[in-house]
């Protein structure tokens, strides 16, 4: 079941939410890479960020609050 749809964007570090409801992801495309979520039920993602620089590795606090991602931007990486 295809869950998301974001045109002329490349989807990656895809994470479940620890109660299965929501996905958090990195996208790639004209926009730079910015972190999104989704909920599960085919509603559309929310963009989380929207400076454009370098996102990975989505991570879910244990709680299902707060997703801790990966940042690079002026060659820092940083973990927000």
């Not at 085919?42 to 997703?67: I, N, Q, Y």
């Amino acid at each position: 079941t295809q869950l998301t749809r974001l045109p002329r964007s490349q989807i990656a570090d895809v994470r479940w939410s620890p109660d299965g409801t929501r996905l958090g992801f990195v996208a790639s495309g004209a926009h730079g890479t910015d972190l999104f979520l989704a909920a599960t039920n085919g509603s559309a993602p929310m963009r989380l960020t929207f400076d454009g620089t370098e996102k990975r590795s989505p991570a879910w606090a244990p709680d299902g609050r707060s997703l801790y991602y990966i940042k690079r931007d002026a060659g820092e990486t940083r973990v927000w």
